[in-house]
């Protein structure tokens, strides 16, 4: 009657689909309280009765091993003691570890370094400031180490994976700041270590000519914090370098006076570390001191370079095989009035680069197989013309293609 409708009309509404969907959904809320009032009932059932809910108990116990029943596939076994590692819980994988010769460390994933075919330009494995280049690189697992040897003669470690990963194009972190040394400690040498295996030994040689050899599993506490001593040195000594060997190589001395030493490494025994060491080489001339150690290898030859930048690079062969303690032959002919002196020495490969710094702030890199390889009687050919003034302070090896500059024209 409010809208003027006859009765035929109203019902003509109430018969569309509109009156049946609201039928059916009211319906649908009338079965859904039926079957919760069901579950209220069985549940205060279950509640009132202990068999029967040790009843379902039991079936759902056999249901589980009706569906789950195989064999396990994880062996339990009873394991060690104590807290879990860190290691534990990183993946061990492969990294590129480069270092820069002024100090900077990073680690980049191996899978960064994309395979290319000769000629390639490369990509940068580390951004360096222009007087820096990478001095530096091991390919280790995350669970290795990195021992750090500083010229006061103590051991530091660097974990693979505590070295900061900051992409293949970032500069890294000064390792002073990763590593607890002292003020004014430098580094000496480093090596990389899976494990403390006591088939690796250790060679150390120091300013004034003593050489000790210490079997690599001695410096297993080297991973506790501040490091520990691995050499015991006398009052005005440093160590220069240090080598890893498998305790049947040939080890080479080379003085700031041009001499070489060559000896077995057997002529060394394994000592403690806590231990001062044998005299390694003697010295013919006064104020001559050692100026590198490395380990022969028939492959490689060895490149002396002189104050003047005249150098040479001479097989191990040619330097005859001595007991340890001699004052060893001439590595390079240096003037008799005691101006030029040796600037370093290092072993090479044919396919290495290397890089000369001077005392003006200069560094020339050239090719090794562009230094013409010459008997140790020779006198040497002219690595780098130097200004007036000024004279080659050290030699280093570059390990890695120099990707910032521009690749030379593919052949």
């Known amino acids: 009657s409010n809208f003027g409708l006859s009765q035929i009309q109203a019902q003509a509404i109430l018969d569309m689909q509109l009156q049946r969907l609201t039928g059916l959904e009211r319906q649908k809320i009338l079965d859904e309280l039926a079957e919760l009032l069901q579950v209220i009932e069985r549940l205060r059932a279950i509640l ?43 993946t061990e994988e492969d990294v590129a570890i480069t270092v820069s010769n002024t100090g900077y460390i990073k680690r980049t994933a191996i899978s960064t370094y994309r395979n290319q075919r000769r000629g390639g330009k490369g990509r940068i494995g580390m951004r360096t400031r222009s007087e820096d280049f990478v001095s530096h690189l091991f390919v280790a697992s995350t669970h290795a180490y990195i021992m750090i040897f500083s010229d006061r003669g103590r051991a530091y470690w660097l974990k693979v994976h505590a070295i900061p990963d900051v992409g ?44 000790k050899k210490t079997n690599l599993a001695d410096y297993t506490n080297a991973t506790r914090e501040g490091g520990l001593r691995g050499i015991k040195l006398e009052e ?22 041009g001499q070489a030493v060559r000896f077995k490494e057997e002529d060394l025994r394994d ?20 100026k590198t150690i490395a380990v022969c290898d028939a492959t490689n030859q060895l490149l002396v370079a002189r104050e003047d930048g005249v150098g040479k690079r001479t097989p191990f ?3 005859r095989l001595i007991a340890r303690g001699g004052t060893g032959v001439i590595a390079i002919d240096l003037p008799e009035d005691g101006s030029v002196n040796v600037a370093g020495a290092l072993s090479v490969g044919e396919n290495d ?29 002219r690595l780098v013309n130097l200004e007036t003034g000024d004279k080659l302070l050290a030699i280093a090896r570059i390990v890695e293609t120099d990707a910032q500059q521009e690749a030379a024209t593919e052949l």
């Open 236 to 257: 005005g000594d440093t160590l220069i370098g240090c080598v890893l060997t498998r305790g049947t190589e040939e080890i080479v001395l080379v003085s700031y006076k």
């Open 317 to 319: 062969g040619d330097y």
């Open 168 to 211: 293949p194009g970032g500069k890294g972190k000064s390792i002073a700041n990763l590593v607890s040394m002292e003020a004014g400690e430098k580094i000496a040498a480093m090596i990389c270590v899976k494990e403390f295996a006591d088939s690796l030994h250790l060679a150390m040689a120091t300013k004034n000519g003593i050489t």
């Open 48 to 90: 009132a009765s202990d068999r029967l809910l040790m009843q379902i108990i039991v079936d759902e116990l056999k249901s589980v091993k009706e569906n789950y029943g195989d064999e396990r596939r994880t062996e339990i076994i009873e394991g060690e003691s104590g807290d879990i590692s860190i290691e534990d819980l990183i």
């Open 353 to 381: 680069e290397v890089m000369l710094l001077t005392a003006k702030g200069q560094s020339i890199r050239t090719r090794v197989k562009e230094i013409r390889e010459t008997g140790r009687g020779a006198k040497g050919v």
């Open 271 to 290: 000592q403690g570390r806590d231990t001062v060491g044998v005299t390694g080489m003697r010295f013919k001339y006064e104020g001559d001191h050692v």
